[in-house]
């Protein structure tokens, strides 16, 4: 299922693949969409640098698709 970036409107593949864009660019419009979300960019990305599994990841991209749906 691919989904756009909420924040710049990019196409990715799928949900993963989305939230992986947005750690990567991790840019302040992109850390302000988390915020936004209650979310702490930061800690995520320390949980998804040290667990393994991808866990957050999957629950960005979760959230991006689920907010897409709607
Ligand atoms: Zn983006």
Same mark, same amino acid.
């Given at each position: 299922?691919?989904?756009?970036?909420?924040?710049?409107?990019k196409?990715k593949? %799928?949900?993963?693949?989305?939230?992986?864009?947005?750690? &990567?660019?991790?840019d302040?419009?992109?850390?302000?969409?988390?915020e @936004?979300q209650g979310?702490s960019?930061? %800690?995520l990305l320390l949980?998804q640098a040290t667990?393994p &599994?991808?866990?957050a990841y999957i629950?960005?991209?979760?959230?991006? @698709?689920k907010?897409?749906q709607?």
């Open positions: 299922m691919s989904l756009k970036c909420p924040v710049c409107g196409l593949k %799928d949900p993963v693949d989305c939230a992986r864009h947005m750690f &990567g660019t991790g302040k419009p992109h850390k302000a969409w988390f @936004a979310l960019y930061i %800690d949980s667990e &599994g991808n866990k629950e960005v991209g979760g959230l991006i @698709a907010a897409q709607g």
